[in-house]
């Protein structure tokens, strides 16, 4: 079956320290894949996504690229923010799956002074 | 913006007890989900629901069941609360068209005592 691997947290940067986060997955086909953020006490929300292979998703300063050949999509921030202190959600789904979503295990980030 | 609301922040329910988890968004929105958080597992798909009276189990339905009458209701019920269904519990919504994002509700936090 289709599954999402990401590292284990909690990954705890000082601010304006560089972010990596890394997701792998194992799925058969080609699937869309996503970052949702959890922000704390509340529901997760869409961060970036990508839909084929080399596609980069961006938003709030967070990057992805879409790794086919190492079925990779790690997550990167060059600049951290202690406003960015969160759980951070890998997943994936398939067209035509009904938007159904394969999360990973989620990574907590603690960003301090 | 899309809105989901879940009825209920926090519950505390007794073992052996109906339980009902109610959710409502109000864009429209063909697809419903419900999700069980724990940690280190991530989130995992219980049920899913792609129209009204239409439902589809996810990987983990044992032990739940839902109902969807209208279009923008979406209710989980656990016909006998165990303590092994003590969970963060959450509630989604999408557009049926492939790689729409999910939009979540701030999730209900079920005790089972």
């Known amino acids: 079956g289709n599954s999402v691997t990401q590292m284990e947290g909690p990954v705890t940067l000082s601010e304006e320290a560089f972010l990596t986060i890394n997701c792998t997955y194992t799925a058969t086909g080609y699937p869309s894949l996503f970052w949702y953020v959890q922000y704390p006490g509340e529901g997760l929300q869409l961060l970036l996504k990508?839909?084929?292979?080399?596609d980069k998703g961006s938003n709030k300063g967070f990057e992805a690229t879409y790794r086919k050949e190492t079925t990779s999509f790690h997550l990167e921030k060059g600049s951290v923010q202690v406003s960015d202190s969160a759980v951070y959600f890998c997943a994936l789904s398939f067209t035509g799956g009904g938007n159904k979503l394969t999360f990973g295990t989620g990574t907590q980030l603690k960003v301090e002074l | 913006d899309v809105k989901v609301t879940q009825s209920s922040r926090y519950l505390v329910k007794r073992t052996g007890e109906k339980v009902f988890l109610e959710c409502v968004q109000d864009?429209?929105?063909?697809?419903m989900f419900w999700y069980r958080q724990d940690p280190g597992l991530g989130l995992r798909l219980i049920y899913f629901s792609y129209d009204v009276k239409m439902k589809e189990k996810g990987d983990i339905p044992e032990g739940y069941s839902v109902s969807r009458e209208k279009k923008e209701r979406f209710s989980l019920i656990l016909e006998s609360a165990s303590t092994n269904q003590t969970s963060m519990y959450l509630c989604?919504?999408?557009?049926?068209?492939?790689?729409?994002?999910?939009?979540f509700g701030n999730g209900t936090r079920l005790t089972v005592t």
């Open positions: 864009m429209d929105h063909e697809n």
């Open positions: 990508a839909t084929k292979a080399d």
């Open positions: 989604a919504s999408s557009l049926p068209t492939g790689r729409s994002p999910l939009h």
